[in-house]
Structure formats: C-alpha cells, structure tokens
C-alpha cells in the first residue's frame, strides 16, 4: 500500500524573460489501486507535473512538496526517485542513440531490483510482456526508441512499467497517437499491471477514448497550473461535451 | 587552403612553426624533434608480425626498392621518406582471401625520436584485415602507405593505446584501385601527442573509401585527426565518420576533414562527418569539416560536425529508470562509440577498447 501526496505544489520554468511559473499549488493525493485522469487544456501544466514528480532538472519548484509514502520526493535524485517507486511514461519519450533496448531495460531492471535479474527468468519476462503488448521481438535489438513510430514508443513506455513495477505510475498521455487496436493492447497491459500488481495510476490525458479501457477511480481538471474541479468518472463525459471553456476563462 | 597544401609539389622541406595552418594546432614542443630538421631520426622498422599467415608475404625491405605511390603528403611524411632506410612490406597474393586478421605489433625500445615506413600492397581481388596495435612508450614518426589493386579488399585497423608520454605522427595513406574498398578504423586512445593524417586517393572508377574513427582524450592529452580524401578521378566513392569524446582539464582534439572534389571527379559520391562530446570543462574540441567542390556533375557532398555536451535529455531518461548518473553517462559514451567500434567485427578488440574507455571515463568523473 503506497500514497503519493501532492501538496500544494508550486512550479516554475526559466525562460528568456525570467522565471515563468506553471504550477500554482497543485493538491492531489493518489494510493495505490486507485486511477486519477487529469483532464486539462494545452499548456495547461500537466506535464510540468508529470516531470517535476520525476525531477526534471528543467523544472524549479518554488514550494510545496511530494510524499512517497511520507519520504520526500522532491530531495531525491531522479534515479532515486524510480528506486523508490516512481515511474513516468512520458508524452515524448527520449531517442537514445546507441543502446539496445534490450540492455536498457536490464540496466534499469537491475537498478531498480538492486540486483541482475537472472539471465534466464529475465529473458523469458521480457519476450511475454513484448508479446503481449504486440511488440517485435526486433525491437530489443534496436536503440532505445530510436525510430521508433510515435505509437511504438508509448508502448515500450508501458512495456518498461510492467517490468519496473513502480508503486505510483504516471502516464503522460500514453494513449496519444495510439491506433485503436494498440490503444486496447496498451490499455489492456495497463490493467494487467494494475491488477497484478498493487499501483496507482495517474493519467493525463485528453481523450475519454482511453477511460472507457481503463476505469478512473478520479477525474481531475486541470487548468492554468492547478487542479479546479474534481469528480468522478462521468465528469470525463462532461468535459468531452463542454470542453473547458467554463474553467480557462474563470 | 588547407586543402591544396597536402598535395604535392607545394613543400619544400623545412622545420614546420606553429604559423603554419597545417601545424597551428600542434603543440611543436611535445613532439621530441620529431618535426626539426636539426634532430635525428633512427631508422628502425618497430612494426612486425607474430605469426604467418597463408597467402601473405612480410618482408623487409630497401627503401630505395620500395617507391612512394602516395602524391599526399606532409613535413614529416617527407622526413620519414627521407630518413628510413628499411620499410616493412605486406604483400596480399592476388585473389587471397584472407579471412583471419593479420595483427602487426609495435615493438618499443626508447623515447628517442624514430622513424618507421611500413607498405601493404593488396593483390587485384585480394582481401584482409589488418590490425596495427600501437603500445607502449615511443617517440615515433611513420608512414604506412596502402596500394589497392583492382578489386581488393583491405580492412585497416590502427590502435593506438600508448602510454601517456608515447609521441606518434602517423601518415596512413591508400591508393584504391578500380572497385577496390579500403576501409580504415582509426581508434586512438593513449599517448600524450598523437597526430595522424589518414588519406586517400583513387587509381581507377568505382573505389570506395570508408574512413572511421574514434578518440577519446582526457586530461593532457592532444590527439589530433586531419583526414584528407582527394577525389582526383571520376565515379569513386568516400565516407568519413570520426567520433571522439574530451574529458579533463587541457584535453585537446583536433579533426580536419578536407575532402577535395577535383574537376575531372564527376560522379563522385561523398559524405563526412565528426561528431565531439566534451564531458567537462577545460577540454577543446576543434572540428573543421572542409569541402572543396570542382565539379557540379556529382552524385552527392556533403559534410556535417557537432560539438556538444552530453544530451541532458537522453540522461534524464535513463535516470527516470532508475539508472544512476555515471552509469547512465557510460551507457550513452558506450552507445556513441559503439556504433564505429562494433563495425569492426573483432570482438576481442571491442571489449578491451571499451573497456578502456570505460575505466578512463571512472577516472575523470573520480
Ligand atoms: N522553457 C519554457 N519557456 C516558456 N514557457 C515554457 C517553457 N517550458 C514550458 N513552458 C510552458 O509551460 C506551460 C505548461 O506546459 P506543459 O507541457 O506542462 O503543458 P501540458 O498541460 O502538458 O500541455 P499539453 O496538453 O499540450 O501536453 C506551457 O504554456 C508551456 O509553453
Ligand atoms: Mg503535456
């Protein structure tokens, strides 16, 4: 049983004129088993939350704080913070040149577990949750989402929280640029995560297309840097017809 | 122009200043005489083979029976022409095909100012790998000039993981004949100086030239690259690929890539790159990618250099897993130099190259 809480979160970037603040006290608790989507216009700061929780260094926080199980994230380092059970699929997941997927996901595997997995178990955990995100074996043997189609990224995203297991994900718009048979197969490894193992979930998002696969538990607002309305699952409905009009313009 | 200066006709000898284009970068006073008309230089042929192989003759020979091809060449190019008296020569028989590599091992004596002249004369059809393994301590001038006949194949190799006061100024070049492809990997890691100068030029239509290194220096080191390709016919083809990395204060490189378009050279297919990470402050990186295009009838040119830190991006990533930093960093070093090395299809070579890269990399972030 894991709690992530967010309290009264204050992020700012800097830019050319200065520093420019994003999030303006965000407050969201998430434990595990539960789902919160985060609903939110462009530009709104969503994934300013998603990186700050990860330690992005291009984020300041200016106050508040992040409690993994009431241990300060925000004083971890970044691989810290995965160690401690963080994990960020990101909107734009990163090429890295010149490392196999195969070696990157033991590398991580073996950081985040403190130990190598056994060469034969591991083999054998990374082909079945490939396949069962229909993933080409081939893809261990490339570079790290080097070329990778927008939609193949996502899913070595997910691939690589099955095999991580983190005790808070955060999925930042995992189901964008998803056809509809790999938004299924993304959401289905989602659920299998969640059922499996003990997670909370939290995820951006702007499509309810996706919260028809995976259930929240939570649907949250987001606009200009804070959280404005909470609800539960039917409040996704609602933004899909109204859109956000009535919160960006408060 | 840096260019036109590497070809013939145009040196008369003399003791090279830092004045000089070619020379500006070169820190004269490392190089033990080397370059200075007024030291000596012992003739000793330092290069030699451990086992013999089937098909390949190695023999030592007169200079005055072993001829320059080569029409590129440099100051001290001129001066281990002149001074050598011996050159070591590997002969490939025509259409052999030599599948095990062929390794010629420096010997080492002292740090006295030397010379050594080595020849590899491919047979038409012939293929082979040959590996040059550079260690030790030396203070060595050579040339090793490479003849491809019509269809040959040769793989060279030139390591040099010398010791931290090895001085070495090297001239690689290579005469490609008609459909022969010369592929070179230049991998240089130790020494306090290293300066070679890999170059090429084609005897007949359809040659190819695949020109590939590394380096890696780190705190004193000055390990310096000028790559010169003269497309001097028609329908030939080159690559140039050079990656180095520079940790540590004073770690110095420097890559020149001048490919020359001759007039005549059309159809001529050209690309070059060199890509630069500095892993901290107080090294310099210089990379001067340099084209000069006669003839519009080509079927490409093109050149591209970047110099850079490590991306922050990739490292957060991979830390966002969980990996910590310095493994991180080794991961994208090895990832960066990889993609040259592994091509190298020498398994042996390529662990003990990254290997050192890696254990070299712990002691500049120690
Ligand atoms: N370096 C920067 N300089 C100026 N503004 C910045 C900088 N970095 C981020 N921003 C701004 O921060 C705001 C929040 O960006 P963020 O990526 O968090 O939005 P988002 O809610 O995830 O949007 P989307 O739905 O489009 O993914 C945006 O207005 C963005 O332009
Ligand atoms: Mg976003």
Redesign the interface.
Known sequence: MSTLEIKNLQVAVSTDEGMKQILRGVDLTIKSGETHAIMGPNGSGKSTLAYSI????KYTITGGSVLLDGVDVLEM???E???AGL??A?QY???????SVS??LR??AT??RGEAPKVRTWVGEVKEAMASLNMDPAFAER??NEGFSGGEKKRHEIL?MEL?KPKIAILDETDSGLDVDALRIVSEGVNRVKQTQDIGIMLITHYTRILRYIKPDYVHVFAAGRIVEEGGAELADKLEEKGYAEYVTA | MSITSLNSNLLAPHTPTSREELWRFTPLAKLRGLHDLDVKLTSRVSLGNSKTVAGVVISIVDAKDAPIDSKTEDLVSLRVREMASKVLRIEVAANAEISEPIFLARTVESLDPEVSRTEILMGANSRATIVVENVGSITLAEEIEMVLDTGSQLNFVSLQEWESDAVHLGHHHAVIGKDATFNSTVITLGGSLVRLLPTVEYSGAGASAELSGIYFATSGQHLEHRIHVDHNIGYAKSRVNYKGALSGDKARTVWFGDVYIRANAEGTDTYEVNRNLLLSDGARADSVPNLEIETGEIVGAGHASTTGRFD???L??????????N??RQ??I??????IVSKLGLPEIEERIMARIENELEKASA
Do not use: C
């Open positions: 990860a330690g992005h260094p380092r970044v691989d913070r995965a160690k994990f960020l990101m997941p990163v090429e890295v040149p010149g490392v070696n990157f590398t991580a950081a985040i570079n790290v690589q991580l | 922050d991006e990739q957060f990533y991979l830390q966002s897993r969980g990996i910590p930093a493994i991180a991961l994208v090895r990832g960066f130099f990889l993609e």
